[in-house]
Each structure stands twice: as structure tokens, then as C-alpha cells.
């Protein structure tokens, strides 16, 4: 009787569903027509509610199982769950018999550049010997274009056939696990996570320096509140208010910097930071703090000291801070190219999305604004799903409001804001003891005091990027003293603005506004909406009332009143949304300056009727200045003027000028580690004897030029130069046993000189380096080659050249 046995596959649902059916089609009818045993495959009944399991069908009970590995497989499939109770069976099979049992059998569905976990790759035995299109193509592709590929797809069906053949043979079969501990398995996939995360962690570093001052965080209630009550706390308390955050600011409020000083304070395992004004985590309000997650108290009541972990953001010590400036997101498995790109090499398949299912990495995510309004939907969209499929995953969004699907949110999402700086955090920000030059020195001594003075002045500097905008203008003045106000205040009330992005790589798609508004539209619109609500809250305009005032006669045709105010929050970031039906300005004084300057140039305006209906001394003062100004000088530049350049954040201080040297000695790995936190520039770098590391630490190094490699027995290859942009020489000095240049294929070396090199044929790999252009050797003996002589096998290509000098005794 011919035996039968099950098999059951492991891949990624909802993708390529029926490509992955034709493939099982094609394998069951080889495994039909063989004259081996008989195979079964396991379906799952159907289920009448749709729902799906969370594991495979049949990974717990099944003598073969295949896994279809694909990047998608290890970040959105069954891959960790299937995997730990394939590795379970197998350590009951192994405790039972002595031998581990073979049950699983990974294929490469789509080729997956990542490394792959430790249980994955010790069962991958197949892929040794099998064509090269099915290790660079995978077997998606190859069932795609069958007819292209059939030589080479019956051949790897044939070997699939003959190793699941051979496993179900050679040995003693895998316990069956039952149904009720298949989901207590323990995770088998996260055996190398902990190695990569250490070095994750020191690779990745924030990407811009924090504020020298504490900001405070205006908590607005549950996404889904419309008037919520407001509450205050200090930004350190950021995390105690929930794991999903939309942090809602108007541009240039300082959303970039208190990301990376979340981020920071997750890399950090140093002292915890005090929180500002010497409040205390339990001092809070209970309402708004619940008790962080992981915290036990001690016997007498007392919280416990914190660690590590419970001094990080929810607990996560790996921030993955992404930014959509480029105008999308990086996918799961992009995410530590994006972040750590000397890393992504040792990076086991599939762990960012393990640390954000384990909820031990949170999500922090800038620059919504900037990807084109025609992406954005698509982008929450996607931002949205992985959220669900990772609901431990802690999500902080900075945006201003506008493209927010806010009915999507409900009452997971909180709403918090950052609250404008005050006087005296302006003075710190810019204080003349972090000058790093004596005109910065000269242009700050000139805005302190006229901020001090004029309360309309210090409110439009309320944001980091107005306080440097208006520092920028002190500082481009001859006379930073006697700079008049109003061009003050446009610089303030412009520090954000931005030109549209122009694509000129693809081709507009039909459906989408890709005609941007006109900045002069933006301009009338602008000041229309500051006059139209003059008499409202302006931290919480009806939306409804915003676009009435946008659709008043006047109004350019080429833009809608919903496109005018996405793009008077993205471009000109003058206003933002707090929540779905609220349009808000930056503060007060901004609507005063743009009401002040429209009033003063449209054409037909009542300026009288809307000062008797709207008293305001600071209105109305500013309306005269600005047209004595006119009067003696000419029209007054446009108001939201497009700046020279983008707005500048600062940051604590001027970093100190990178030092610079000729050449740098090093003997071990650990004089290197030096250099690096040194960040020293090092045109030439020698490193006498073994020195461990080089191929990690040489890309690190900035404005290398040429490496010098001597009096080293035990080099055998070059190490690895891919990362090495700069590097043009290598010199290799008294390394007899060298033999292996294969590293030099992916430089961009184009000098090579060794000395002493053996009388053998050069490797063939020497001429497939593409930057290679000269090649020195000396070779050690009596006499020279005779000029009649062959040349050595690899040296009788034209490029690169080749000189093989002899070494003349005395």
C-alpha cells in the first residue's frame, strides 16, 4: 500500500492569491504522477462568518509544510506564528527520537534581500544547486511567465517533488501538536532580534538636535471630541496619555524636534531627565495619566524605581521616526535602510514589523504635509493598516490638521498641541551666549529688546521657525536696529512659507489637481479669511464659516475654497485644523497682520467700516504704519514673500567645525571605535596588524581617501569597500597571505599597489572592477622577467592597467 501524507503551506494571504493557487496546481499534479508516495494537502474548511485564522492551516498536524517566503511573508504574513510551531514539533521530535525531525521546507517565493532568521535559514537546504533565476526571480515570477521560464520552473518543481520525497522518508515523522497549545508556541523567529537591535540602536541617531528649552503639550481630548476641554502638561509626559497621538500644529511650530527628543530620550539609558518645572509623572492630573504600562508598585505602595525600559517612551527603546518629505512612506522592510543604512545588511527578515507587533518600537511620523495632496489619502491609508495590524505598535503623527481622515480616527487617536513659546522661552532660544559669531551676537542684541517691547512682534515669534525667521532678517540687515517693524513682521508671518512642488518625473494623473494654486491667489486669500473672522475665536473658526469667506466674489476660479485652505495650511502655514470642523490661525497676532495688510492694499475695502465694527488698537496702528510706509517709501513688499531659502531651526548651538588630518595611525579595532566618535576628517587611514571591524567602521569614516593596509600575517581578503564612496587608493604593505581581491569589484577604488605580491596568476575577479584604472605590484627576486616573456594569466587585458615591478638587492 502506497503511503499518503500530509502537507500543508505557509505564505502570505491576500497576495498573489491566484498565483499562488497555479503554483500548488502545477506541484499537485507532479506529486500525483510520481512514482513516490502520495501527498495530501491540508485546506482549511470553509467558514461561513469569512474570518481566517491567524496561523496556517495545518502547520500543527502536517508531515511537510512549505513556506513561501517573500518579504511580504515575514512583515504581514503568518511567519512568526507558523514558524514557532514548526519549531516546537521539532524539538519535540528531536527530545523523543534524538534526531530533529525535517518538516518544513522554505521556498523563495520572492527573493527576499534581507537575512533570514535562524530557523528559516537552517532549513533552507534547497536553494544550494538550484538554477540562478530562482534564487534572483523567485518562484512568483517564474509561475508568472511560465511559458518564458518552463525549463527552468520544471526543474525546481522537480526538486521540490524529490526533497519533500526525500523528508518524508529519511526520517521518523514530527509530533503532531494540538490545536490548544499551537498558540502558546514560543516565538522561534526573534532568537537573532535582540543582537540586531543593540546595533540598530547605536547606528541610528536623531535626526535633528532638541530645542534648548522645555515645551508644553495642550491636551485636546479624543480625536472624535469636538469641544473637548483643554489641559497642559510638560512634552516629557507625552506617552502617559495614550499609544496612538495626532500631534496637530501649524507649520513650523517644532513638531521635528520633539520628535527626535522623543526619539532621543528612547536611545537614551543614561539618567532619566527631569521633567520641567520639577513635576513629577504622579503629580498629574489621574485622569489624564493612567499608570504606565509594566510599572509595578512596591509592598508599601511607592512606584518602583524606573529602568531602562520604563524611561522610554511606553517602553519602546527602538524609535522608528519616518519622514513623508520625499511624498510617501517606507515600507516595513525599509524602514532600517531608511533610518540605519549601514545596518540593513545584518537585518534578520522581518523585524522591524516583529518589534512593532511586540509593541517594543513605536512609530513617530513628520512631514505629512509635504507629500502632495493627490498621495495623501493613500498614504493614511496605508499609515492606518499598519496600525491595525500592529495595535501594540505606540504612533505619534505630526501634521497640521488638513487631509486627516478624522472619522477613521474615533476615540483611539488623542489630539495634543504644542503651546506657543513665551517671551522668555524666545530669549532662551536665542540667547546671545550660543552666538557663533559676532554678527549673530549683533543681530540677536537687536531683536531681544524690540520682542520685549512690541507684544504684536513677540506673538508672531511664538514658533521656532518665526523666532529664526525674524533672527535671519536681524542678521541680513546693515542695521539690524533700525529695521522697520513691518518687514519684521512679514518675515515672521513668512518663515513657512514654501513653493509648490514641481514633478517633472511623471506625467500628471488624470483625475488629480496637479496645477498648483498661484501664490498671488494665495496672498488675496490669505487676508480675505483674516478680515472675514476678525470678529471670531481665532483658535477655533467654523470650517464651515473659513470656506464661506473663501468663496466670497473675488475668488479665483482655477481653485476651490476646500483647496484654497489645504493649501493656505501646507504652503503658507497660516492657518491648520485642530479637528475636523475647526480652522485655527498660529496666535492672534498673525490674523492682525494679515487682516492689517490686506486692509491697506485690496482694492475696495472699507477699512473704516471694518474698524468701527472690529475695534482694535494693535489693528489699527499697524494699518497706519503700513500705509505712512507706503506713502513715503512706495507699495510695501507682498505679504507671505517667498523667502531666500527654508526656514532654519535652531538648535542648542552651532556645532564646532569638524577638525581635519593628514593621516591617521591605528593598531586596533578600538583606536578606530575612537576616531569615529571623534569625527575626524582623515584623508589616509594605516592600520598596522590585525585590526578587526574594518569593514563596518572604514564607511563611517568621513573624507576617506586612501587606506594603507601593513605587517598584517593573517589578512587574507580585503575587506569589504562597497560603503566606501570616497575611497579611490589602497595600498597593501608586507600582507604575504593575501589572496582574495574580490572586494574590490563593488568599490570605487582606482588605485591599487601591493608589496610584496607572489609570483601567481592575478584572480579574475581583478578585471571585473569597474573603477579599477592602475594596478601596481612588486614581487620579490633575483631577476627580472625577460622582455620576451608571457605576461601572467590576468594581465594581458588593456584596462586596468597592470605594472609588475621586481624588487633589485644590493
Known amino acids: 500500500m502506497v503511503p499518503v501524507y500530509r502537507y500543508a503551506v ?53 508531515d511537510v509544510v512549505l513556506a513561501l517566503c517573500s518579504p511580504a511573508y515575514f512583515n504581514e504574513g503568518p511567519a512568526q506564528r507558523d514558524w514557532a510551531v514548526l519549531a516546537l514539533r521539532r524539538s519535540l521530535g528531536q527530545a523523543r527520537t534524538g534526531v530533529a525531525p525535517q518538516l518544513a521546507l522554505p521556498l523563495v517565493w520572492e527573493p527576499v534581500e534581507r537575512r533570514l532568521p535562524g530557523p528559516v535559514a537552517t532549513a533552507d537546504v534547497f536553494s544550494a544547486g538550484r538554477p540562478a533565476e530562482y534564487r534572483s526571480l523567485g518562484l512568483a515570477l517564474l509561475t508568472m511567465q511560465a511559458p518564458r521560464y518552463r525549463q527552468t520552473l520544471d526543474r525546481v518543481l522537480d526538486g521540490i517533488v524529490a526533497r519533500m520525497t ?27 532580534d535582540a543582537a540586531f537591535t543593540e546595533r540598530f540602536r547605536k547606528e541610528v541617531v536623531p535626526a535633528l538636535p532638541p530645542l534648548p528649552i522645555a515645551r508644553t503639550l495642550v491636551s485636546r481630548g479624543p480625536a472624535d471630541a469636538g469641544n473637548a476641554p483643554e489641559h ?18 501649524p507649520a513650523g511650530a517644532g513638531h521635528s524636534t520633539e520628535l527626535a527628543r522623543l526619539a532621543g530620550r528612547a536611545l537614551d539609558d543614561g539618567v532619566p531627565e527631569q521633567v520641567a518645572g520639577g513635576t513629577a509623572p504622579g503629580r498629574v492630573t489621574a485622569e489624564l495619566l493612567p499608570e504606565a504600562p509594566g510599572r509595578r508598585p512596591r509592598a508599601n505602595g511607592a512606584p518602583a524605581p524606573p529602568t531602562a525600559a520604563d524611561r522610554a517612551p511606553w517602553g519602546c527603546r527602538i524609535p522608528f521616526v519616518l519622514s513623508a518629505r520625499s511624498g510617501a512612506l517606507p515600507r516595513l522592510d525599509g524602514m532600517v535602510p531608511t533610518l540605519a543604512p549601514l545596518t540593513a545588511a545584518q537585518e534578520p527578515a522581518g523585524w522591524a514589523s516583529r518589534q512593532l507587533r511586540s509593541g517594543r518600537a513605536f512609530l513617530a511620523v513628520d512631514d505629512l504635509d509635504a507629500v502632495p495632496a493627490g498621495n495623501r489619502a493613500a498614504v493614511w491609508e496605508w499609515l492606518l493598516n499598519l496600525l491595525e495590524t500592529h495595535p501594540d505598535a505606540p504612533c505619534v503623527i505630526a501634521t497640521n490638521g488638513t487631509g486627516v481622515p478624522w472619522s477613521r480616527l474615533g476615540d483611539a487617536f488623542r489630539v495634543v498641541g504644542l503651546r506657543p513659546l513665551t517671551p522668555d522661552d524666545i530669549r532662551a532660544l536665542v540667547d546671545p551666549r550660543a552666538a557663533a559669531s559676532p554678527e549673530d551676537r549683533q543681530a540677536r542684541g537687536a531683536l531681544l529688546p524690540r520682542c520685549d517691547s512690541d507684544p504684536l512682534l513677540a506673538g508672531v515669534a511664538d514658533r521656532p521657525a518665526a523666532a529664526a525667521s525674524l533672527l535671519r532678517a536681524m542678521h541680513t540687515a546693515a542695521q539690524p536696529a533700525r529695521i522697520p517693524r513691518h518687514r519684521l513682521l512679514r518675515a515672521g508671518v513668512s518663515a513657512v512659507w514654501r513653493r509648490p512642488r514641481v514633478e517633472t518625473t511623471a506625467p500628471p494623473v488624470p483625475g488629480l489637481a496637479a496645477t498648483p ?75 492682525t497682520y494679515l487682516a492689517a495688510h490686506h486692509l491697506a492694499h485690496a482694492p475696495g475695502t472699507d477699512t473704516d467700516t471694518v474698524l468701527r465694527r472690529h475695534p482694535s488698537d494693535e489693528l489699527a496702528a499697524l494699518l497706519a504704519e503700513l500705509r505712512a510706509t507706503e506713502t513715503a517709501t512706495g507699495p510695501v513688499r507682498s505679504v507671505l514673500a517667498t523667502p531666500g531659502g527654508p526656514p532654519r531651526r535652531l538648535s542648542a548651538g552651532s556645532p564646532p567645525p569638524r577638525t581635519a588630518v593628514r593621516r591617521a595611525g591605528v593598531r586596533s579595532s578600538a583606536e578606530v571605535r575612537t576616531l569615529l566618535r571623534a569625527g575626524t576628517a582623515i584623508p589616509e587611514l594605516r592600520c598596522t596588524g590585525p585590526v578587526d571591524g574594518l569593514a563596518e567602521a572604514l564607511p563611517r569614516l568621513p573624507g576617506l581617501r586612501s587606506l594603507v593596509l601593513m605587517d598584517d600575517l593573517s589578512l587574507v581578503a580585503l575587506p569589504e569597500l562597497a560603503g566606501c564612496r570616497s575611497l579611490r587608493s589602497v595600498r597593501v604593505l608586507r600582507c604575504p597571505n593575501l589572496r582574495d581581491l574580490t572586494a574590490l569589484e563593488s568599490s570605487a577604488v582606482m588605485f591599487l599597489d601591493i608589496d610584496p605580491w607572489p609570483d601567481l596568476p592575478l584572480p579574475d575577479g581583478l578585471h571585473r572592477a569597474l573603477w579599477l584604472s592602475r594596478v601596481t605590484l612588486v614581487t620579490a627576486g633575483p631577476r627580472a622577467r625577460p622582455a620576451g616573456a608571457p605576461t601572467p594569466q590576468g594581465t594581458g587585458t588593456v584596462f586596468p592597467e597592470i605594472r609588475i615591478r621586481r624588487r633589485r638587492h644590493s
Not at 497642559?232 to 500644529?249: K, Q, S, W, Y
Not at 473659513?546 to 503658507?572: K, V
Open 166 to 192: 526525500e523528508m518524508v522518508t529519511a526520517g521518523a515523522p514530527a509530533p503532531e501538536l494540538d490545536e490548544r497549545f499551537a498558540g502558546e508556541a514560543p516565538d522561534a523567529l526573534s532568537a537573532d
Open 517 to 591: 494654486v498661484p501664490d498671488s491667489v494665495l496672498r488675496a486669500a490669505s487676508g480675505r479669511l483674516a478680515v472675514a473672522t476678525l470678529g471670531l475665536d481665532g483658535s477655533r473658526i467654523p470650517l464651515r464659516t473659513a470656506l464661506s469667506a473663501l468663496r466670497e466674489t473675488g475668488t479665483s476660479d482655477s481653485a476651490s475654497p476646500e483647496r484654497l485652505l489645504a493649501a493656505l495650511a501646507d504652503r503658507a502655514g497660516v492657518v491648520f485644523r485642530p479637528g475636523p470642523d475647526i480652522v485655527a490661525f498660529p496666535n492672534p497676532e498673525v490674523r
Open 232 to 249: 497642559a502638561l510638560p512634552t516629557e509626559l507625552l506617552p502617559h496619555l495614550g499609544r496612538r497621538i495626532l500631534l496637530v500644529d
Open 10 to 62: 505557509s505564505y502570505a494571504h491576500g497576495r498573489d492569491e491566484a498565483w499562488v493557487a497555479r503554483f500548488l496546481d502545477e506541484l499537485r499534479r507532479r506529486l500525483e504522477t510520481g512514482e513516490g508516495p502520495r501527498f495530501h494537502r491540508l485546506v482549511p474548511p470553509a467558514s461561513s462568518d469569512g474570518s481566517r485564522e491567524e496561523r496556517s492551516y495545518g502547520t500543527g498536524t502536517a
